[in-house]
């Protein structure tokens, strides 16, 4: 009784904040329950005027409740089935958009990590150059004989582990009453949700592991063409400290700097997608947290990823699964698209395996042969959503 107590406390301190920085007028009242609607009425009273778009009230939001809810955002950027398109869309801006913390604990941290002082593990030491939820990157310099490399050092934010499992338990709390209360919930998972989430941040604070998915990453993709991964420095390395090879590249996001460069786009554009797949379906192991921050195109012109903290792992069932569904979207097959969904038991064995290849087949149209820009994602994912409750899929 305590705890749920608790836990409701912490739970409407955070409602509070959206509702003040005006989160809560971003939610589409026709779509909740009459008393829902009412609470969110009363909610919006104490929102204060903001001149900011719908992406800078997200961001203040989640930034002054913390590290946990700025990774929760980006999470559900990835989950537009969750949250919707747009709102997904607003989240993206909490990428790498995280104020930094105190040089001076920074320093403490590597040394206390490492075991020897900061000037005996790096020759040079430079203040954050990109602050995250979990951890900040510092560019340094180490010395090897009579020349010195470049590397970047992540480090661990303070305190972070211990703020992450008191809000875990709050968004456990919050998912197991949703499934509860609202019936309609248990199709999306909430409790999944936050399983996932709670697994990608044990990995993601101990750096040591992430390090280890990057030597993986490398030494699976040392022949890829057009790709690398930057090596890991182990002698400098340890749970709250990840030092690598420096990269100097440009972000992707950063159009002006590849145009610059010569860097062709509908070139890198395919390694991107080349990437992925060849990760995912040949390797089974592939980076899952591939926005514009986390990747990197260097003055050859190869992409260049970073940020191993959450990867994805297929068995070889899942990946000849999807490699059909693939293939079914783009050669039009979707007779057998659909008899894919039903043998890897995405779709209930009681719907019928015909009437869900014309759903297929009305996601597929639309979109064949068409090139990005002239596809909606909002109508796609929400056609995609309709679809899956129809089919009961999870």
């Given at each position: 009784m305590i705890a749920g107590t608790i836990h409701l406390v912490r739970l409407a301190r955070a409602g509070f904040v959206f509702a003040r920085e005006g989160v809560l007028g971003l939610v589409d009242p026709e779509a909740l329950p009459p008393p829902?609607?009412?609470?969110?009425?009363?909610?919006?009273?104490?929102?204060?005027?903001?001149?900011?778009?719908?992406s800078d009230r997200l961001t203040a939001a989640l930034t002054r409740l913390g590290p946990t809810y700025v990774k929760l955002g980006q999470f559900l950027s990835t989950r537009p089935d969750v949250v919707g398109a747009a709102i997904?869309?607003?989240?993206?801006?909490?990428?790498?958009?995280?104020?930094?913390?105190?040089?001076?604990?920074?320093?403490?941290?590597?040394?206390?990590?490492?075991?020897?002082?900061?000037?005996?593990?790096?020759?040079?030491?430079?203040?954050?150059?990109?602050?995250?939820?979990?951890?900040?990157?510092?560019?340094?310099?180490?010395?090897?004989?009579?020349?010195?490399?470049?590397?970047?050092?992540?480090?661990?934010?303070?305190?972070?582990?211990?703020?992450?499992?008191?809000?875990?338990?709050?968004?456990?709390?919050?998912?197991?009453?949703?499934?509860?209360?609202?019936?309609?919930?248990?199709?999306?998972?909430?409790?999944?949700?936050?399983?996932?989430?709670?697994?990608?941040?044990?990995?993601?604070?101990?750096?040591?592991?992430?390090?280890?998915?990057?030597?993986?990453?490398?030494?699976?993709?040392?022949?890829?063409?057009?790709?690398?991964?930057?090596?890991?420095?182990?002698?400098?390395t340890g749970r709250n400290v990840l030092t690598t090879e420096w990269i100097d590249g440009i972000k992707l996001g950063d159009q002006a700097g590849l145009a610059a460069a010569g860097v062709d786009p509908r070139a890198l554009g395919q390694t991107v997608i080349q990437s992925f797949?060849?990760?995912?379906?040949?390797?089974?192991?592939?980076?899952?947290?591939?926005?514009?921050?986390?990747?990197f195109a260097d003055r050859a012109g190869n992409l260049v990823a970073v940020d191993f903290g959450i990867m994805g792992r297929i068995g070889p069932k899942e990946r000849r699964f999807l490699a059909e569904i693939l293939l079914g979207f783009i050669t039009k097959q979707y007779r057998r698209v659909a008899e894919v969904h039903f043998e890897a038991g995405y779709v209930p064995a009681h719907h019928s395996v015909d009437e869900f290849a014309q759903a297929i087949r009305a996601i597929g149209e639309p979109i064949h042969s068409r090139t990005a820009d002239q596809i909606s994602m909002a109508k796609l994912l929400s056609l995609l959503f309709e679809v899956t409750a129809i089919f009961d899929m999870k």
């Amino acid at each position: 009784m305590i705890a749920g107590t608790i836990h409701l406390v912490r739970l409407a301190r955070a409602g509070f904040v959206f509702a003040r920085e005006g989160v809560l007028g971003l939610v589409d009242p026709e779509a909740l329950p009459p008393p829902a609607r009412l609470a969110l009425r009363l909610a919006r009273i104490v929102e204060r005027p903001s001149a900011g778009t719908r992406s800078d009230r997200l961001t203040a939001a989640l930034t002054r409740l913390g590290p946990t809810y700025v990774k929760l955002g980006q999470f559900l950027s990835t989950r537009p089935d969750v949250v919707g398109a747009a709102i997904a869309r607003d989240l993206e801006s909490l990428q790498d958009k995280v104020p930094p913390f105190d040089q001076k604990l920074a320093e403490q941290i590597v040394a206390e990590t490492l075991g020897q002082p900061l000037a005996e593990a790096y020759a040079s030491f430079g203040p954050p150059i990109a602050a995250a939820s979990i951890a900040q990157v510092h560019k340094a310099t180490v010395r090897e004989g009579d020349t010195l490399r470049e590397v970047a050092v992540k480090v661990l934010r303070p305190r972070v582990a211990d703020r992450f499992r008191a809000d875990l338990s709050d968004y456990y709390f919050a998912a197991r009453l949703a499934e509860r209360l609202v019936p309609d919930s248990r199709r999306l998972m909430p409790v999944g949700i936050v399983d996932t989430l709670a697994r990608s941040m044990a990995i993601e604070l101990d750096l040591r592991l992430e390090a280890a998915a990057a030597s993986e990453m490398a030494e699976r993709t040392a022949d890829d063409p057009g790709f690398r991964v930057p090596s890991v420095d182990w002698n400098r390395t340890g749970r709250n400290v990840l030092t690598t090879e420096w990269i100097d590249g440009i972000k992707l996001g950063d159009q002006a700097g590849l145009a610059a460069a010569g860097v062709d786009p509908r070139a890198l554009g395919q390694t991107v997608i080349q990437s992925f797949l060849r990760h995912a379906l040949r390797d089974g192991f592939f980076h899952a947290d591939m926005h514009q921050g986390n990747l990197f195109a260097d003055r050859a012109g190869n992409l260049v990823a970073v940020d191993f903290g959450i990867m994805g792992r297929i068995g070889p069932k899942e990946r000849r699964f999807l490699a059909e569904i693939l293939l079914g979207f783009i050669t039009k097959q979707y007779r057998r698209v659909a008899e894919v969904h039903f043998e890897a038991g995405y779709v209930p064995a009681h719907h019928s395996v015909d009437e869900f290849a014309q759903a297929i087949r009305a996601i597929g149209e639309p979109i064949h042969s068409r090139t990005a820009d002239q596809i909606s994602m909002a109508k796609l994912l929400s056609l995609l959503f309709e679809v899956t409750a129809i089919f009961d899929m999870k």
